[in-house]
């Protein structure tokens, strides 16, 4: 039996019969026309904070206004090469600053930038149309098949903020009305359990039951039984141990996590969110292409943006791996996990000028 992957704006199915759902819907209200509203809603709301968390590297790229005041047509090539500059300094990365540069080039060339605010425009279009290449952020692939939870696994290095962002994910879900699972799968860390044990207790999510001196791969499985047998969690949330990228070792066991979730729900997991440290720039490319190969990354978190004026960094793991951003953090509150719309990103990094 193939597996069905809904999305925030298709639905999910929570239950092992359409009774039982419908009496679960009413009881609980999660449906997807709340659903859909909070995510409206937040979004809405998000923009502020992504614009004030965007500072560092939006002051970075104020050199942009200056460049495009002395717009003329006839140099447009000195121009384009000092804005290819200018992303480079804020860790676009060669290819994804070629690529956004040749975007504005072919608009320039097709007559539709005679000013230096077309060119602008044209720039923040370049960046959406590769932010946008990867496919959509704004939906998170769940599960459809009657009777089991969604189940999405979060990976990172240590260090990048994986289980503090997991605690703001499950924030993220209870504001929609469902009920999450958390399960500490980090069981190299000492105290993650119990960090983890906190953001439940703050977010109103479950703890799965996890013995100690268990492998991390057993824990998942466990979980994810636990919660197929309750039959009232949506969604598993699954921490996983901070990895070395370089450390084969680790990677192996990693992929021996996710093994282990599939043994137990076919199709699952049906995300595999990254988080990356904005602060470590280009660094994060590497990151991502070993994560990529070993446990099929479906989704970027980019955390710490407020922190860091090498933000531009993400654009390059977009374009080279094809991997779209989710969330971004852009701060410490339960709040400041923020759904990723890349105009939105794109208009902080290059706001209107008054």
């Given amino acids: 039996?193939?597996?069905?992957?809904?999305?925030?704006?298709?639905?999910?199915?929570?239950?092992?019969?359409?009774?039982?759902?419908?009496e679960r819907t009413r009881a609980r209200a999660f449906d997807v026309g709340k659903l859909a509203k909070v995510l409206r809603r937040k979004t809405a709301n998000d923009l502020a904070r992504v614009f004030n968390?965007?500072?560092?590297?939006?002051?970075?790229?104020t050199d942009v206004n200056d460049i495009l005041a002395l717009w003329r047509a006839s140099a447009h090539e000195e121009t384009l090469e000092e804005l290819e500059e200018t992303l480079l300094g804020v860790d676009f990365g060669p290819k994804a600053?070629?690529?956004?540069?040749?975007?504005?080039?072919?608009?320039v060339e097709r007559g539709e930038c005679e000013t230096g605010e077309d060119v602008r425009r044209a720039l923040k279009a370049s960046i959406v149309d590769v932010l946008r290449s990867a496919g959509d952020s704004t939906t998170i692939g769940l599960n459809e098949r009657e009777g089991e939870p969604s189940v999405i696994m979060v990976v990172g290095v240590n260090g990048g903020g994986k289980t503090t962002t997991l605690g703001k994910l499950s924030h993220r879900?209870?504001?929609?009305?469902?009920?999450?699972?958390?399960v500490p799968g980090d069981t190299f860390r000492a105290a993650a359990a119990e960090q983890l044990a906190t953001w439940a207790e703050r977010t109103g999510a479950v703890m799965s039951d996890s013995p100690p001196n268990t492998k991390p791969g057993a824990v998942c499985f466990k979980a994810v039984d636990e919660a197929c047998a309750r039959g009232d969690i949506d969604i598993v949330l699954a921490d996983t141990?901070?990895?070395?990228?370089?450390?084969?070792?680790?990677?192996?066991?990693?992929?021996?996590?996710?093994?282990?979730?599939?043994?137990?729900?076919?199709?699952?997991?049906?995300?595999?969110?990254?988080v990356l440290d904005g602060t470590t720039g280009l660094?994060?490319?590497n990151q991502a292409r070993v994560f990529g190969e070993a446990v099929g990354v479906t989704g970027i978190i980019l955390t710490k943006l407020d922190g860091t004026a090498r933000g531009g960094a993400v654009v390059s793991v977009v374009d080279e791996l094809g991997i779209p951003v989710k969330f971004i953090g852009v701060g410490e509150a339960m709040e400041d996990l923020q759904s990723f719309e890349a105009e939105s990103f794109v208009d902080a990094l290059f706001p209107e000028e008054a």
């Fill in 1 to 22: 039996m193939g597996v069905a992957r809904a999305s925030w704006t298709t639905g999910l199915v929570v239950d092992g019969t359409r009774a039982r759902r419908r």
């Fill in 53 to 61: 968390g965007a500072e560092k590297t939006r002051e970075r790229l």
């Fill in 97 to 107: 600053s070629a690529r956004v540069t040749d975007g504005v080039r072919a608009r």
């Fill in 173 to 182: 879900f209870a504001e929609s009305g469902a009920k999450v699972m958390m």
């Fill in 241 to 274: 141990s901070g990895r070395l990228h370089n450390n084969t070792q680790l990677m192996d066991e990693l992929v021996g996590v996710r093994k282990s979730i599939s043994k137990r729900m076919e199709g699952a997991p049906h995300e595999v969110l990254l």
């Fill in 283 to 285: 660094n994060m490319l």
